[in-house]
Protein backbone atom coordinates (compact mmCIF):
# COMPACT_ATOMS: atom_id res chain seq x y z
CA UNK A 1 0.00 0.00 0.00
CA UNK A 2 1.84 2.90 -1.26
CA UNK A 3 1.29 6.56 -0.34
CA UNK A 4 -0.71 8.58 -2.93
CA UNK A 5 2.15 10.14 -5.46
CA UNK A 6 0.26 13.45 -5.63
CA UNK A 7 0.53 13.84 -1.93
CA UNK A 8 4.29 13.32 -1.75
CA UNK A 9 4.67 15.29 -4.54
CA UNK A 10 2.90 17.93 -2.50
CA UNK A 11 5.74 17.56 -0.11
CA UNK A 12 8.80 17.82 -2.31
CA UNK A 13 7.35 20.91 -3.47
CA UNK A 14 6.85 21.97 -0.25
CA UNK A 15 10.08 21.61 0.39
CA UNK A 16 11.23 23.70 -2.69
CA UNK A 17 11.02 21.74 -5.72
CA UNK A 18 9.93 23.39 -8.82
CA UNK A 19 9.55 19.80 -11.53
CA UNK A 20 9.37 16.68 -9.40
CA UNK A 21 9.40 13.48 -11.45
CA UNK A 22 7.06 10.37 -10.97
CA UNK A 23 10.31 8.45 -10.51
CA UNK A 24 11.49 10.76 -7.22
CA UNK A 25 7.67 11.01 -5.62
CA UNK A 26 7.39 7.08 -6.19
CA UNK A 27 11.08 6.43 -4.65
CA UNK A 28 10.33 8.97 -1.31
CA UNK A 29 6.73 7.63 -1.36
CA UNK A 30 8.32 4.05 -0.93
CA UNK A 31 11.43 4.89 1.77
CA UNK A 32 8.47 6.49 3.89
CA UNK A 33 6.38 3.57 3.89
CA UNK A 34 9.16 1.63 4.78
CA UNK A 35 10.09 3.95 7.80
CA UNK A 36 6.47 4.31 8.49
CA UNK A 37 6.33 0.62 9.13
CA UNK A 38 9.54 0.82 11.31
CA UNK A 39 8.38 3.54 13.50
CA UNK A 40 5.05 1.75 14.06
CA UNK A 41 6.28 -1.28 15.06
CA UNK A 42 8.73 0.39 17.55
CA UNK A 43 5.48 1.71 18.95
CA UNK A 44 3.93 -1.24 19.51
CA UNK A 45 7.05 -2.53 21.44
CA UNK A 46 6.70 0.47 23.26
CA UNK A 47 2.80 0.06 24.03
CA UNK A 48 3.36 -3.29 24.50
CA UNK A 49 5.97 -2.17 27.31
CA UNK A 50 3.54 0.09 29.29
CA UNK A 51 1.08 -2.60 29.29
CA UNK A 52 -1.39 -1.44 26.78
CA UNK A 53 -2.86 -2.64 23.48
CA UNK A 54 -3.44 0.62 22.19
CA UNK A 55 -0.94 2.75 20.67
CA UNK A 56 -0.58 6.40 21.67
CA UNK A 57 1.04 9.39 20.32
CA UNK A 58 3.38 8.85 22.82
CA UNK A 59 4.62 5.48 21.34
CA UNK A 60 5.07 7.07 18.09
CA UNK A 61 7.02 9.74 19.00
CA UNK A 62 9.66 7.24 21.23
CA UNK A 63 9.45 4.80 18.02
CA UNK A 64 10.25 7.55 15.79
CA UNK A 65 13.37 8.48 17.89
CA UNK A 66 14.01 4.85 17.99
CA UNK A 67 14.21 4.44 14.10
CA UNK A 68 15.53 8.11 13.60
CA UNK A 69 18.69 6.87 15.42
CA UNK A 70 18.75 4.11 13.60
CA UNK A 71 18.62 5.43 9.85
CA UNK A 72 21.63 7.87 11.73
CA UNK A 73 23.43 5.04 12.63
CA UNK A 74 22.98 3.18 9.66
CA UNK A 75 24.37 6.41 7.38
CA UNK A 76 27.66 6.90 9.62
CA UNK A 77 28.72 3.15 8.93
Do not use: F
Request: charge should be positive; aromatic fraction near 6%; hydrophobic fraction near 45%.
Amino acid sequence: MALPIATIEKIIRKAGAYRVSKSASKKLSEILEEWGVDIAQEAMMEAEHAGRKTVKDVDIEAGLRKVAYKIAYDYTK
